[in-house]
């Protein structure tokens, strides 16, 4: 089991459709129980593998406040909804970030556990506004992408922080490159 780094926006990975799990290995096992033990050591209540930079529709949540109650989903198919919640809803990859969300209440999801086998299951509460959110993820969307533009200003200067945080480290990582390239003229003398 091992910890991994949870993406931030404006990261492009977090934009890119996740592709269908074909193989029921191992390596898929080892994901969940990375994705599990990641989600654990946040205050979130759900994670999925693109957040993390694995471009696979898997996804896992653990409502029960205490880690005793991990689900995972690998494929989730939402087969119907009714119903209507609005949440205030945050995500691991858009620090300082909340708003209410529109969503449905209550969905059935159609996936396969780690071994491959076919489940149906119907959510409701948190627990379908938490696989909804964790759905788009896998389509590439975000929460903020579901508010109106109006209520996206509000979130302005989170994400412009975000932004310059992100080409911070971009550059900070380049400087970095230039540091460790020996420089030539050394290894001629
Ligand atoms: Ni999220």
Redesign the pocket.
């Known amino acids: 089991m091992a910890r991994l780094p949870i993406l931030e926006y404006p990261d492009e990975r977090l934009r890119t459709p996740a592709a269908p799990v074909t193989v029921f290995d191992a390596a898929l096992g080892s994901l969940i129980d990375d994705l599990v033990e990641t989600l654990h050591a946040t205050t979130?209540i759900?994670?999925?593998a693109p957040?993390t930079g694995e471009l696979r529709r898997v996804l896992v949540m653990d409502l029960s406040g205490d880690g005793s109650a991990p689900q995972a989903y690998v494929n989730p198919e939402i087969l119907s909804r009714s119903g209507l919640a609005i949440v205030e809803?945050?995500?691991?990859?858009?620090p300082g970030v909340a708003a209410k969300v529109f969503r449905s209440a209550r969905v059935r999801v159609r996936a396969s556990d780690r071994t491959g086998r076919s489940f149906e299951r119907d959510l409701e509460g948190m627990h379908a506004v938490c696989l909804q959110?964790?759905s788009?993820?896998l389509d590439g969307k975000?929460?903020t992408d579901r508010l109106s533009a109006l209520r996206r200003l509000r979130f302005r200067t989170a994400l412009a922080a975000l932004e310059r945080k992100a080409s911070r480290s971009a550059r900070s990582r380049e400087a970095a490159g230039v540091r460790a390239t020996p420089d030539p003229r050394q290894a001629v003398r």
């Open positions: 979130g759900g994670l999925c957040q809803e945050s995500c691991l990859s858009l959110h964790e788009d993820h975000l929460f």
